[in-house]
C-alpha cells in the first residue's frame, strides 16, 4: 500500500483531469475523541468514488449523500470558489448519528473542483521526494505550493488553511530471507516505500515481494545510494557483520528516525563493541543503534519477530515511547535524584 495521502492527491489529480467533479475534504481541527486525526483528507468524485477517510464511515456517508449524483445528492456541489467549513458531531444526537466516539466533534475543511494544474504539480513534487506545503486561500479556494524545509501540523485561520505533504515514509532492508520477506510486507501495507539489498545471489533470487526495489550493491554502497532522511529507517538483517556493520554505522551518520539490527542481546553486544573497538565508536555514537529489534511479544517464528519489529518501528516513528525506553529515562532520573 502506498502512502495514503499521496494516493489520495493522486486519485484525485487523475479524477480532476478526466474532467470529473469532485471534492477534497480536510480534518481541520478536533475536539475530544475523534476518528481521525487533524490534516488526513479524503476525496470524493460527484459520481460516489471516495478515496481516504475522515471518519470511521459515517461522515463519508453523509457527504456522499450530499454531494453525489449517483446517489441523489441533496444538495449540488458547488463549481470551484471559496472552500466551505462544516462541523459534525456538534451535539450528542449528531455524535451518535455520525458514529462519532462521545463527545468527540471534528471541523472539515471541503474543497470544491480543486485545480487539477496545482494537484498534478504537488504529486509530481511528493513522488520525487519533496516536503511539500499547500496553502489554501478561504476567500476564493486559490492554491499556492512550496516546498518546505520540514514537517509541520496542519495550521488554519481566518484567512487560510496550511497543510504540510511529506514524501511516502521508506525503509532499507538488508538481507533477503523470510523475515525480511514479511516486513517487507507489513511495511507496504502500513505505507513506506521498500528497498531491499542483498549483494548474495543465493538469497537474492528467491524473493518473492511485489513492489519492493531491489539492490545488489553492497549494503554499505546501498545505505549511502538510499540517501536516509528523517521520514526513512535502515534495518540489517543477514546477521553477518561483514554486511551489517559498514551499512550500519553509514546509516548512523544519517537523519534516519530508525537505525536497527536483528540479533540477540548477546550478539548487539558483541556488535557494539566490535564498532568501538575496529571503528572509533562510543556510546554516545552509538546511541541511536537500536539492538535487539522488536517489542517483547515472545515471538519466535519469522512472521511474529516481524510484527514486533515492525511495531517498534511504527512506534518510533509516531514518537511513541516504548517501555523499555521509559524504563531507562526513568532509571536515569532516580540516579539523578539520588546524587
Known sequence: MENLDVMVLRTLRDWRLAGRRALLTTVVRTWGSSPRPVGSIMALAEDGAVVGSVSGGCIEDDLIARYSRLHGATEPMPAGGAPALVKYGITADEAHRFGLPCGGTLELLLEYDPEPASLEALVASLEQGRLMQRTVSLADGRVTLAEASSPAALSVDERQLVNTFGPEYRMLLIGAGQLAEYLAT???????????????????????????????????????????????????????????????????ATDAFYVGAIGSRRNAEARRARMVEHFDQTAESLARLRGPIGIYIGSKTPPEIAVSVMAEILAVKNAVALPRETAVANAKTLQEALG
Open 186 to 252: 507489513m511495511a507496504k501495507f502500513s505505507g513506506f516505500a521498500v528497498t531491499l539489498c542483498d549483494p548474495r545471489v543465493e538469497y537474492r533470487s528467491a524473493w518473492a515481494v511485489p513492489g519492493v526495489t531491489v539492490t545488489t550493491e553492497m549494503p554499505d554502497d546501498a545505505v549511502t545510494a538510499f540517501r536516509p532522511d528523517r521520514r526513512s529507517c535502515v534495518v540489517a538483517l543477514t546477521h553477518d557483520p561483514k554486511l551489517d556493520d559498514l551499512a550500519l554505522l553509514e546509516a548512523l
